[in-house]
């Protein structure tokens, strides 16, 4: 008999367990011996693949939901799937393009950019997109900018110290004398920079009720901005798209498991809870993809479930995470690489915000003058 050396016995029985996880992900059913022997493995006996299966099910890889019947992959199995992918996966040129050029479609629209990034998420996967951004409220600010967009109309681009960004449209009904509005600026962000935006707002009205100089001939401006600042918010901002082409995708034996996660998602605290934690636990293992299978979920709810996910950052502070949510046989070649490229997109616009590009520092000054 012949014998193997073990790095090609190891190698023969990763490329089996591949398979098996591979073929289970397309079709739904156990995979048998004789698949593969006649599919994967055509010069290896069903004898010896059948071995090999048992080696792999002794060490939790696989298990046979019924005795002589296929085998299926366990968390464990999809774990090592993973892992696998992440050396290895690279997305098609040709997908990457088609993919930005339908990203810069969807968000164009800056107001709506959270919203539409986890609607492209769950179009492009088939299953349920997310995007989670941290509390703002308490986060130090950096400065407040207004940016002349039309006649009558401003745009206030508030960015904290950590990176993240809020921008409203400002409709003035008037226009305002470009000077006077440079030197509101100048004036609020020499008041406010590194306080918190709650005091922020506190010491803006309370330079609007004194009526301070500089803000003479402006206090309906600067009435309006802090109203807009103050406009309730939720503590962390939650999107979710695409609970229906889950459903589409699932037998009736996940249904159960997909409404108790919808109603996590509905009760939405508990869910931003779970991504809070794991977007600390990225950030301090400087990670910046992650993917919790099954049993590997905190939550009860999720433990049939995947979430492939990644940070996003800018500059050197993490400020939120996107993702997808699927079943455990979801396709993990094609949705590693789609939420790394997602991110990266929207960390590309995130980041556009925290500094005036120079073409518009340029336009502004040119509206002053």
Partial sequence: MRILKPEVAKARKEKILRWVVQQYVETRRPVGSQ????SALQDVSSATIRNILAELEEEGYLYQPHTSGGRIPTDKAYRYYVDYLAGVQK???QERERIEEEYDSRVSDVDNILVQTSRLLSALSGAAGFVYTSNV??????RLDFIP???GVILAVLVTESGAVRHWPVRTGEIINPARLRILSRFINEEISGLSLANARKILWQHVQSGHRDIAGMADLAVQVLKDMERPQADNELYVEGFGRL???TT???YEDLKQMMRVVEEREKFSSLLSKKMTDMEKSNKKMSVSIGSENTMRELQ???IVSTSCRVGDKTIGMLGIIGPKHMEYTRVMPLVRLIGSLLEASMNSW????AEVEGEKEDYYD
């Fill in 304 to 306: 049939n479930l995947s």
């Fill in 252 to 254: 009736e034996d996940d």
């Fill in 149 to 151: 967009l039309a006649p």
């Fill in 354 to 357: 925290t500094a005036l590009p």
């Fill in 137 to 142: 409220q308490e986060q130090r600010v950096q």
């Fill in 91 to 93: 997305m098609a040129a």
């Fill in 35 to 38: 698949l593969i022997a006649s």
């Fill in 247 to 249: 459903l589409e995708n």
